[in-house]
């Protein structure tokens, strides 16, 4: 099966996250499933209205996937938030697609796509990774420094995180998505 991700975005980490993604992609080719998956991630300003969507081409035997997603919100997470959101998102919003054509795949072969796809966004972090495993640790009242050395993850991301648990809305751009804003945005 072909399993795709294509961009469309500028100024958030999605566009270094996008990469993580190519071994999934790679990955997916050995995998055997009666449809083509096409995700196009855009991560807009609210005030173009952009809505989600999907749509099965059955000529193609293609499922895309278009999903918008809120420029603003992304703009004050870190890029493991970013990570972790994004993943939920796709991961959620897969099941459903995927529920919603069963005449193109049975329950049982959706179901083993499915698990194979949150396997390995488990493994890699994009389910249930750092900033939950922060989370839990900072909920049991475990010290910044002790979770950032368990975590390895810098002690003011540990920081950011226990603002944001105590109800902190950060209204300023991550230092993530400034650092990922002077990347060049394609590979050349």
């Known amino acids: ?13 999605v566009g270094q996250l996008i990469d993580e993604l190519l071994p999934l992609e790679e990955l997916a080719k050995t995998w ?3 449809y083509d998956i096409n995700f196009a991630l855009r991560v807009l300003p609210e005030s173009y209205g ?3 969507f999907r ?16 420029y ?16 939920i998102y796709l991961y959620h919003y897969l099941s459903e697609s995927v529920a919603k054509y069963k005449k193109h795949a049975d329950k049982d072969t959706q179901n083993q796509f499915l698990a194979k796809v949150k396997n390995w966004m488990l493994e890699n972090n994009w389910l249930d990774g750092k900033i939950n495993k922060a989370r839990e640790l900072l909920t049991q009242n475990m010290g910044l420094n002790e979770v950032s050395q368990q975590l ?5 991301e540990i ?17 993530d998505n400034i650092v990922a804003g002077k990347a060049p945005p394609y590979h050349l």
């Open 50 to 52: 952009r809505k989600t």
């Open 55 to 70: 749509r099965f081409d059955s000529r193609d035997h293609a499922l895309d996937l278009d999903i918008s997603i809120i």
């Open 72 to 87: 603003e919100q992304y703009q004050r997470m870190s890029k493991n938030e970013q990570r972790e959101a994004l993943g």
């Open 159 to 175: 920081e950011y995180i226990l603002l944001r648990m105590n109800d902190y809305e950060p209204t300023d751009v991550h230092p």
């Open 32 to 34: 055997k499933f009666p």
């Open 1 to 13: 099966m072909k399993l795709t991700f294509l961009l469309d975005t500028y100024g958030t980490c």
């Open 152 to 156: 390895q993850m810098p002690l003011e």
